[in-house]
């Protein structure tokens, strides 16, 4: 058996040539991070500020003082949980654009449920049941919103972007409509479209008095972990990837793959609307129109830098979130335009989606690629 | 016998990571000859064809054409000196039609747009100069693959390839075409090309060939003449012991009918029927094998019982159990397995780790699933278990699917398939592409299925593999079962009228 023992002495570099792609996994977004702040700072630089100072100031309005890192992690907090939702929906093979529209809508069902079910049950509801319950009905909100789409998928073949784009200027606008009439607050002093602020008992309180930053944030932490068990010890989470993976094998292998789809995005939109939630619970104590824009795209952005892993994901939202909030501080210190920071944003997302510029730049080898072209060594 | 060396590699050595791919390998290439070059899937053949066609870059040793040293950068500079080849995965653009994809990369023009009149009469002298039979005028996607083939052939002879190199040509061919194909290559070596004639199947390098290089693991073993060797001999060349190219069985005990088909009716894609009332039935302990022209129905027909395929009309029952209709786990569930025709379409999830592709039809049952949870341990003590048993090899359980060899693909579908208990194997082309040690592990298995009491069914369009392991043979064509015979009353020659379309006289 001459054959067999040339294949394998070279073990220990054939576990290296596996490990390499994980390795290269981690650094291609850390690296595109790198290059996007050097571009960014070279955009400042060109445009007549002073980079340093300006990094210097996003630096201390984000994690500088106790304050800074409590609004770094409320700005987070919907970050991890509709990053999580575009990721798991990436892992199942879908591409939810609507986390946007399921987070509206989880949003308005958890101020629905946050401001007026104590008045329709004509009693004071404790906390440990009334938070519950809005936040429950609003992830639920999203669920369903996310449903749709992924039924039409499954059912009819309806794609997935397009649909859930749909969803969005349907959320929206239904959104706008509540807000701006059944739901609108009706105190005499408002102006804006935004429901009556939730009753106390639904309200998530601060970790810490003082600070904005919320349980919402530990809640965020954790279903992060809750993902990534699903996806990755649960028969469940088989299931998903499998069919993410390679359809038409899950299907050999017995996995109903249009159940799965719809679960799929209905997990998804569940953790959108969660998104949405924790922003009305937690933070805003009412749903203002508007308060969202951007947090479901966004989110698609950290998925893609966190490589559709919870870990990852969590990662990209805190680095999202850090920029966001010290955007603020490096305005005030050198009057350069927060917008800046959209700009580096957008060139972290460009490098991480075309990572052949990343692994130029670096001079980082894509082997796996090698393979796929050249089909083998031989046969 | 000295005519012109027309293509010479010298002491080629090339290095890929973990593998030494080609090791101090000689080769040479004669005007006129039809030279084939037999290996198992990672001898090295490809490697060694894609230095010679300026794809890779050796690390060492010399290529000569026509007795000059050459250096090709990339497939330009081959085709430059009058290389072409072949691929086994056709370059063609299926929307365009055979001249457009012959003049593809070499257009001609006049006055800035094509001219696709000079290319077509071009292409139609090439066609008959060679006896191609290729009309220039019809869309690629609408032919056959024999045919695509051919003008995959037209368009390097239209680059004056004077040597051109065929990448496993008959994998994809029907026994017919590659017959054709055959009578082609003779042809074009009558007419002073040389080819040489990528290849593991040892038949068709004994009819066709010239010279016959064998390569194993990196290295030539040696070059023998096809009239001083034998299939015996060239196998243990290629594989490097004794090969048992006879599957080796006692006669069949059959039992209780496991699998009954009754007036089974089955679209194919594109909503023609493609299965027409086909019945029969397999029974414990037999194979029955259905042979058949790929194309007859064969493939909707395993997708119809294996719940992949929506059923028209008709009645399957399993282990009297109807699943007419049912999705796979429910058939599954009655002890089905399948190894499916497309491994890596069905078979597995490419990008998972070997263990997870182990366990891929029963991760929701104990040991796997516990109440909703996967088991690490107990995946890991299966994938162990199988790698060994099943001498599956890889590294480790947890390397991506992906980077093992098409025979140990097929190894892990065969392994997880037969490790839990069955009654029906349904094995639809199990050995294709693969080399002959898989092939001869992947036959014993399925006998050792049937002693023990699994009926199979088997679906081949290798006859070889039919009359090898059938106990009974169904032929089908266009869709119905025109015969079922006895294996041992059938003859190679009766099969092969029947599966061209000939009625027999006696059923």
Known sequence: ?379 | MTANIVLKAKGITRQFPGVLANDRVDFDLREGEIHALLGENGAGKTTLMNILYGLYRADSGEVYRGGQRVAFHSPKDAIKRGIGMVHQHFMLVPVFTVSENIMLGAETTRRGTLDRKAVAAHVRELSHQYGLDVDPLTVVGDLPVGIQQRVEIVKALYRNAEILILDEPTAVLTPQEAEDLFRIMRELTQRGVSIIFITHKLKEVLTVADRITVMRAGKVVGTVQPQETNEAKLAAMMVGREVILKVAKGEASPGENILQVKDLQVDDRRGLEAVRGVSFHVRTGEVLGIAGVQGNGQTELVEALTGLRPIHAGKVLMNSHEVTGKPPRPIIETGMAHIPEDRQRHGLVLSYPVADNLMLCTYYLPPFGVRGVIQPRAVDVNARKLVENFDIRTPSPYVPTSKLSGGNQQKVIVARELSRPIKLLIANQPTRGLDVGSIEYIHKEIIIMRDRGVAVLLVSAELDEIMALSDRIAVMYRGQIVATVAAAEVTRELLGLWMAGATPDKV
């Not at chain 1, 199942?92 to 509206?104: M, T």
């Not at chain 1, 499998?242 to 998804?268: E, H």
């Open chain 1, 1 to 379: 058996m001459q054959s067999s023992e040339e294949r394998t002495s070279p073990q220990t570099k054939s576990i290296m040539r596996f490990l390499r792609p994980t390795l290269n996994a981690l650094g291609v977004p850390l690296l595109a991070v790198l290059t996007a702040m050097i571009v960014g700072g070279l955009i400042i630089a060109f445009a007549g500020g002073d980079p340093f100072m300006a990094y210097i100031g996003l630096f201390q309005g984000a994690l500088g003082s106790p304050r800074a890192l409590s609004e770094t992690a409320v700005w987070a907090s919907p970050y991890i949980f509709a990053g999580l939702a575009v990721a798991l929906a990436f892992r199942g093979g879908l591409f939810n654009i609507g986390a946007e529209g399921q987070l509206a809508f989880g949003a308005v069902m958890a101020a629905l449920i946050g401001y007026a079910l104590p008045g329709w049950l004509h009693i004071d509801l404790p906390a440990f049941i009334h938070i519950p319950l809005a936040v429950g009905f609003g992830a639920l909100a999203g669920a369903l919103w996310a449903a749709i789409p992924g039924a039409l998928k499954a059912y009819t073949g309806g794609h997935e972007v397009i649909n859930t784009i749909m969803m969005n200027y349907i959320a929206l606008n239904l959104t706008s409509f509540l807000l701006n009439g059944p739901m609108r607050d009706p105190n005499p002093l408002n102006v804006i479209a935004r429901t009556p602020g939730i009753a106390e008992s639904a309200r998530i309180p601060p970790i810490f008095s003082g600070f904005r930053v919320h349980w919402g944030f530990i809640l965020a932490l954790l279903v992060a972990l809750a993902v990534w068990w699903l996806l990755w010890k649960t028969t469940l989470g088989f299931e998903i990837r499998t069919v993410g993976a390679n359809p038409d094998a899950a299907k050999y292998a017995g996995i109903d793959t249009k159940r799965t789809i719809v679960l799929t995005m209905a997990l998804s939109g569940l953790l959108a609307g969660l998104a949405g939630t924790i922003e009305v619970t937690a933070l805003n104590y009412r749903h203002e129109l508007g308060f969202s824009i951007g947090y479901g795209f966004d989110a698609i952005a950290i998925a893609l830098l966190g490589k559709t892993h919870p870990l990852g994901v969590v990662l990209a939202a805190l680095l999202f979130a850090a920029m966001r909030n010290g955007g603020t501080r490096m305005q005030f210190l050198t009057q350069i335009p927060v917008d800046i920071i959209s700009v580096i944003q957008a060139l972290i997302l460009l490098f991480v989606a075309a990572d052949a510029i990343i692994r130029y730049i670096y001079r980082i080898r894509a082997r796996e690629e090698r393979v796929v072209l050249t089909r083998g060594w031989g046969g």
